[in-house]
């Protein structure tokens, strides 16, 4: 039997902290492995934190409230 990780995480509740760990495993996972990759053929990978990435225009860096998925 196979289960999905979004099935795992979804159908148990080991508190706050514990759960966001498990939400936030794969993709760590994945960025270690984007690291590894890249590194291996001489690629630098540069991380960015997340926040506020969503609010955040990618052309001017201004924040603001996005409204209905669109930034203004």
Same mark, same amino acid.
């Given at each position: 039997?196979?289960?999905? %990780?979004? !099935?795992?995480?979804? $159908?148990?509740?080991?508190?706050? +902290?514990? $759960? !966001?760990?498990? +939400? @936030? ?9 984007? %690291? ?18 969503? @609010? %955040?225009?990618?052309?001017?860096? $201004? ?8 930034? %203004?």
């Amino acid at each position: 039997m196979c289960l999905e %990780t979004s !099935q795992v995480s979804n $159908n148990i509740d080991y508190g706050k +902290h514990a $759960n !966001q760990k498990l +939400h @936030q495993w794969a993709f760590g996972k994945i960025a270690e492995l984007i %690291t590894y990759k890249a590194k291996a053929l001489g690629i630098k990978v540069k991380v960015i934190d997340e926040s506020y990435t969503s @609010q %955040t225009c990618p052309k001017c860096g $201004n924040r603001k409230k996005i409204n209905n998925r669109n930034y %203004t």
